[in-house]
DNA sequence: TTTTATGCAAAAGCTTTGCACGCCC
DNA sequence: GGGCGTGCAAAGCTTTTGCATAAAA
């Protein structure tokens, strides 16, 4: 989460010569509040609720336009559609339950070591920004199959 | 990629209470062939080109069947359609490069220490089978932005 | 004024689904 | 023979794209 509120995106809008309108400044307030779990879709669902006529296809331009000038990350969580998270926001991964559907939020410190791992086998820089990791989570590894 | 070729399909399919056809047969040989690496479009393309006239649709269908009964697994790899693997064939990853698109395998052993963590924190059971981790391989990494 | 972004709508791409026929058991 | 699987085609959903208009710089 960025400190201040809404300037702050104007700011960054403006550090990556793009223009500032008011759809760009509610998609990266929307994307902000949403701390990496908000698909392109739920975003366009969020802002059509405080600011209606927004359209849809602008959400996806825009993500895109965001995600290229490395202002937001883009992470496949699901099978379908992904989710968008502010860079520079608190970096964090995602433990996916493939059962329930569950997301839980693990600190990057975790993953140092196995980064680490990684860089020194194959010289593969592995994403530090946003990482996730499927499997079952503790409730549902305790029903049957 | 299980050791003996035709038979085994079989096998495995009537071990799962699927019906054996010559679909099905064809759609495993093709996932084992593709270790771990193709999605549904280039399965029923690989078919295609040996057996034309089996529809795309079949594929869906057939993957879905499959990874109900537990004989593959699917994995997101880019951000459009998954990858299949057959369940039991060599365990290993992926290092995604999201500039280039190399995939390079990574062994199982090396993920073992992260599971072990995850599970010990969260008791979330991390998937053994299938794990993507995207980043820069070494020749991406070295150009510039 | 010039450039870039948006709204709108159509199209595209991948995946799912209903139905009737045919094959597997 | 009964039930499941397949082919076919249509529908569904998410995402992309062309174009004219509107807004930002």
New binding site residues.
């Given amino acids: 989460m960025v400190a201040d509120p809404f300037a702050s995106y104007r700011q960054i ?2 550090a990556h010569h ?7 400044l509610m ?1 990266l307030q929307v994307i902000d509040e949403g701390q990496g779990h908000l ?3 739920a975003i366009g669902e969020r802002i059509s609720a405080r600011f209606p ?6 959400i ?6 965001l995600r290229v000038a490395g202002m937001v990350t883009e992470t496949q969580l699901g ?4 989710v968008y998270e502010l860079v520079g926001g608190h970096r964090h991964h995602h433990l996916v339950c493939e059962r329930c559907g569950q997301v839980t939020e693990i600190d990057d410190g975790l993953l140092a070591g196995l980064r680490a791992t990684i860089l020194e086998h194959f010289g593969f820089h592995a994403r530090t920004d946003h990482f996730a990791i499927f499997g079952l989570c503790a409730h549902c590894a305790g029903l049957p199959t």
Same sequence: chains 1, 2.
Avoid: C, K, M, N
């Fill in positions: 809008l403006e793009l223009r500032v309108t008011p759809q760009r998609i698909t392109a879709e006529g927004v359209h849809q296809g602008t996806y331009r825009t993500l895109d336009a099978e379908r559609s992904a």
